[in-house]
């Protein structure tokens, strides 16, 4: 696997709102648009020459990769592979509205679980199978811009871990994982 950065996008009002967003879309904050620029800073400190960039084409995350990448790469290129998992007759509800067997708080973690029992979603293995074809086809380095669900499957896979193994992963906004010879590295401002 060659070197990775991986993004998620900047928050949105849906984010901010404890909405599940699956394939529909919502504007960035403009916390998430500071976040995007806190994103083009860590990445301004890394040597991206011969990097390619691919972003989902939803547009919170095409607009938080213009944000985080301006200045960095020559293109940027969208791929439906990196879209956000598909949440079925869940997508645009609040966590606080889905009928299911015990509480949901409002933790992303706690959250994850709900990704994988959506009513006609997608599912963990669907998103396995897309993730997977999306990175047998990359050719060189690159950074990646997608979404919470999808960049913790994409990372998953990299390590080598199994999708049990997806809530183990960390989330966050305003981060970028670093993913080289089968070790992940958070890297955030300040660290």
Not at 65 to 94: K, Y
Not at 172 to 177: C, F, I, R
């Amino acid at each position: 696997m060659p070197p990775l950065y991986i993004l998620r996008h900047g928050q949105t009002v849906w984010n901010a709102e404890h909405r599940i967003q699956g394939r529909l879309d919502s504007p960035l904050t403009a916390e998430g648009k500071a976040q995007a620029r806190a994103q083009n800073e860590i990445l301004r400190g890394r040597d991206l020459t011969g990097f390619q960039a691919f972003c989902s084409p939803q547009g919170r995350a095409f607009h938080t990769a213009s944000i985080a990448l301006e200045g960095l790469v020559p293109a940027v290129h969208t791929d439906p592979r990196l879209a956000e998992i598909f949440v079925g007759a869940w997508e645009g509800l609040r966590r606080d509205e889905l009928v299911v067997d015990r509480p949901v708080d409002e933790s992303e973690e706690s959250a994850l679980d709900l990704y994988e029992r959506a009513p006609g979603g997608e599912g963990f293995q669907g998103l396995h199978v897309r993730c997977t074809a999306f990175l047998a086809d990359l050719q060189g380095p690159s950074v990646l811009v997608t979404h919470g669900i999808t960049s913790r499957m994409l990372r998953l896979i990299i390590l080598g871990k199994d999708i049990a193994e997806i809530g183990m992963l960390p989330g966050g906004q305003g981060v970028v994982y670093h993913l080289e010879e089968g070790e992940m590295h958070r890297l955030s401002i300040g660290a």
